[in-house]
């Protein structure tokens, strides 16, 4: 059988250049449509290295038609990994249009393309927030669903409008994948996460305080109802986080469905146990200071992974050990790479 082509949207970006990884490993040819905005194209280059094979990379936007038209005209997608979104939970409060621009608009842009083009299988990128502040753990999948800010409200609206798309045309294959919250990095140390600016999630923030390009990290509360107080969390590596949309694409090819699945371990750590885990890991201490809450935290999460397990025959291998290990090895280059840039 001629190997399959996956298009994935946001391919450069943090979680899709590690999928592009195991996607090319597995014998998939991959053709990432990215427009760069919270990522380099470089980072290509290096998926290329760690695979030991070539990828076809359009830079361009989800919302340019002209572009996605082009793409589903030049090339036989077989189905498509959908990343592109934008991800920052504060900036969505302060710029909803954009989000709902970018994240929407673009998701139903993306799919009439598809549609016109008998392209009917599609993986998207959901997230854990789309559940909000949940009434117990662990979450299964038919938990009721309540986002609380932007930028998961446009992952939940992305989920009705896939949802409606089934109903109006069975023929479609669809994974709606919620993510728990993806850390760590590819084991070779040429991917990782590396955000602009000051990092607004834990494991980048501690990453940076580690490499000694901020001073200290604040950690946000220690009066909540677990343990030692700090807000817990279910972290995923991001290679077996990766790993979850390849065999996504295989139950995909059993036939036509809608299908919703938690990726995450089932597990679930605290901010001081990610402090403990990531010094451990880096060899140096992290300083921290305990603050107010932030706004909009919950106390704890973590995914119930019975049917991921069951339906998918996917379960995340890779302990915070190894997170912490794998991130702090990235977390040297990206160090150089900003210092050099
Ligand atoms: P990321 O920002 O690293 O990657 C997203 C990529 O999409 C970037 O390369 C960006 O340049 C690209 N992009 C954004 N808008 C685009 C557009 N209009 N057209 C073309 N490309 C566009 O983020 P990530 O962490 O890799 O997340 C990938 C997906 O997973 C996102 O949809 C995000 O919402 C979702 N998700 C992420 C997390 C997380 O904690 N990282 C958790 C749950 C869900
Ligand atoms: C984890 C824990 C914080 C930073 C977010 C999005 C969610 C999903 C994943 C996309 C919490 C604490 C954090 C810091 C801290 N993304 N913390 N100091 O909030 O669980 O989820 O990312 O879909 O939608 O909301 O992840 O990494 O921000 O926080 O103490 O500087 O670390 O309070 O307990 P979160 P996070």
Redesign the pocket.
Known sequence: MASQTILV????????SHTCVELLQAGYDVVV???????RASVLDRVSQISGRALKFIE????DRDVLDKVFSEHAIHAVIH?????AVGESVVQPLRYYD??VS?SVLLFEVMAGHGVKNIVF?????VYGDPASVPITEDFPLAATNP?GRS?LMIEQVLGDLHVADPEWRIALLR?F??VGAHESGLIG?DPNGIPN?LLPFIAQVADGRRASLSVYGDDYATPDGTGMRDYIHVVDLADGHLKTLKKLDEGAGIHTYNLGTGRSNSVLEMVAAFEQACGRSIPYQIVARRPGDIAKCFAATDRAEQELGWKATRGVETMCADSWRWQLLAKKLADAA
């Open positions: 949207t946001g391919g450069a970006g943090y979680i899709g449509l990215d427009n760069l905005c919270n990522s361009g936007d989800i919302r990343f592109a979104g934008l991800k970018n994240n673009g990128s959901s997230s854990a927030t930028y992952k993510y919250n993806p996460e999630n």
